[in-house]
């Protein structure tokens, strides 16, 4: 159906930035709404950001508003999770997820499609 492949994640001092990509296969990325999840170990998965191209509308967790910007290429079939001002406790296995459902969500129920995640890892 749709593959999902997460690039980008890796250590990084607080206050930093890192750019997140999420390579789209199998179909077109504008068939879904793209969101970005993470999980640290023993917590449960937790939302981060999602858009979906019908207006580009976006969403975002409050812990990240104002520090991370989620956006897409077409062209490229990548979405693109941009984190500036990292903070220990961004850290975290950040993984790209996909839904077909329109509309944003930030339920990961919501979401059918998942990549294999990529660790960012934020020092102080």
């Known amino acids: 159906q749709v593959q999902l492949v997460e690039f980008g994640g890796r250590l990084v001092q607080a206050g930093g930035s890192l750019r997140l990509s999420c390579a789209v296969s199998?179909?077109?990325?504008?068939?879904?709404?793209m969101g970005w999840f993470r999980q640290a170990p023993g917590k449960e998965r937790e939302f981060v950001a999602a858009?979906?191209?019908?207006?580009?509308?976006?969403s975002y967790t409050d812990s990240v508003k104002g520090r991370f910007t989620i956006s897409g290429d077409n062209a490229k079939n990548t979405t693109y999770l941009q984190m500036n001002n990292l903070k220990p406790e961004d850290t975290a296995v950040y993984y790209c997820?996909?839904?077909?459902?329109?509309?944003?969500?930030?339920?990961?129920?919501?979401?059918?499609?998942w990549g294999q995640g990529t660790q960012v890892t934020v020092s102080s």
């Open positions: 199998g179909r077109t990325m504008s068939s879904y709404t």
């Open positions: 858009i979906n191209w019908t207006g580009y509308s976006r």
């Open positions: 997820a996909a839904s077909t459902l329109m509309g944003l969500s930030e339920r990961a129920a919501d979401f059918g499609s």
